[in-house]
């Protein structure tokens, strides 16, 4: 069965939800505190985790940082206070999704199942490469090169990049590219994928690219366009 870690200081949050999650076949990992959630997260290495945002020792921020260092794990961040931006924040640092409290458990189920479905659907997919000048995107192994060296790149933003550059010179709007990598039934909204695509360009700009760009198209959204 898949495992989910559950990390919130508040028992009776983790009491339900760890509930709602062995209904839906997970095994669930429960920690109270960040530290705890980290050491659950190296021994037990869990399908996707639910991070709270404040707790004790170490808050949800930071341990999303410390996670995404080894791994591409599906990450959803819970916020309390819902404001704009910590929800920003939690996927500028590689958070998948959110969930403001107070919340419908069934609603974070389905969002745990929605991602888990996404994750599947493209593990079946064929092997493929994709090389454009100086980068090269290998669906086989989600890896990312420029000038051979790794782009260390979060699971959507590898899903995002794949998405653009296997449609060349075709624009997307956000709402498609939401539909298409999120879900039809995520509860976000399009500066989801503004804030993906800032973050993506900022690790591939390092490294210099002539001939091939995400580009911006006002009012519509995004194309990955080649110019040779």
Known sequence: MPLILIA???QQITSILEEYAKKEGFT???ALDGRDALRQFASRNPDIVLLDVM???MDGFELCREIR???NVPIIMITARGEDFEKIMGLDIGADDYIVKPFSPAEVMARVRAILR???KNDSQHNNVLNFDNLSINLENYT???DDSNVP???KEFELLWTLASHKNKVFSRDNLLNSLWGHDYYGDNRTVDSH???LRAKLDIFEHDNWEIKTIWGIGYKFEVTN
């Open 197 to 199: 695509i800032k973050r």
């Open 69 to 71: 260092k080894k791994s």
């Open 8 to 10: 919130d200081d508040h």
């Open 118 to 120: 996404r994750i599947e």
């Open 144 to 146: 990312v090169t420029l």
């Open 28 to 30: 669930p990992i429960i």
């Open 153 to 155: 790149l979060t699971k």
């Open 55 to 57: 707790m004790p020792q």
